[in-house]
T-cell receptor
Framework: ETGVTQSPTHLIKTRGQQVTLRCSSQ?????VSWYQQALGQGPQFIFQYYREEENGRGNFPPRFSGLQFPNYSSELNVNALELDDSALYLC???????????????FGEGSRLTVL | KQEVTQIPAALSVPEGENLVLNCSFTDSAIYNLQWFRQDPGKGLTSLLLIQSSQREQTSGRLNASLDKSSGRSTLYIAASQPGDSATYLCAIREYGNKLVFGAGTILRVKS
């Protein structure tokens, strides 16, 4: 059984660019959530995907968007990058049987984004 | 709006000591509470999950308790080891989809 995997592990972008981060969920899991963790802080919820649809979103602007694919993998896209977008982006997967996700979350190692 | 606070922000103890990490939350309408460990620059490792109907969970040297009425949880680590050094995060699952995290407690166990 494979765990949650994320790519790339590190990347550097400049302000105004766009970035795509990828996540493969743990085998058998059908729900993916994305979190942003700034240095020294706890992770902040960005959004969650269940059955290829967004079914919950945190306080992030529309330039943060995502996708979930039929194999339950997911992408996080961020447009018009700003300096404050520099953070560790974490993907988490879980197995749920309804849109209310109360199952245990399992996290990947994260993608470290630096915006210059 | 749910707010999660973890105390202390940092803790340094000698090896072998028992210790308690604290987590408090403002809204008792929760589904569950999860404790995580995070090593520097790494992802989160789930340690314990306590459902709202439960009072505690144990795994090896770790014991987590939950008191919804007072909005508190504690993580007890017995016989601490240098390998326990990490940041410990607690997270609340409210109705719906998101976890609300505290800022974490940075633990250092000295050999």
């Amino acid at each position: 059984e494979t765990g949650v995997t994320q790519s790339p592990t590190h990347l550097i972008k400049t302000r105004g660019q766009q970035v795509t981060l990828r996540c493969s969920s743990q085998s058998g899991h059908n729900t993916v959530s994305w979190y942003q963790q700034a240095l020294g802080q706890g992770p902040q919820f960005i959004f969650q995907y269940y059955r290829e649809e967004e079914n919950g979103r945190g306080n992030f602007p529309p330039r943060f968007s995502g996708l979930q694919f039929p194999n339950y993998s997911s992408e996080l896209n961020v447009n018009a990058l700003e300096l404050d977008d520099s953070a560790l982006y974490l993907c988490a997967s879980s197995l749920v049987r309804g849109p209310a996700n109360t199952g245990e979350l399992f996290f990947g190692e994260g993608s470290r984004l630096t915006v210059l | 709006k749910q707010e999660v606070t973890q105390i202390p922000a940092a803790l340094s103890v000698p090896e072998g000591e028992n210790l308690v990490l604290n987590c408090s939350f403002t809204d008792s309408a929760i589904y569950n509470l999860q404790w995580f460990r995070q090593d520097p620059g790494k992802g989160l490792t789930s340690l314990l999950l306590i459902q709202s109907s439960q009072r505690e969970q144990t795994s090896g040297r770790l014991n987590a308790s939950l008191d919804k009425s007072s909005g508190r949880s504690t993580l007890y680590i017995a016989a601490s080891q240098p390998g326990d050094s990490a940041t410990y995060l607690c997270a609340i699952r409210e109705y719906g989809n998101k976890l609300v995290f505290g800022a974490g407690t940075i633990l250092r166990v000295k050999s």
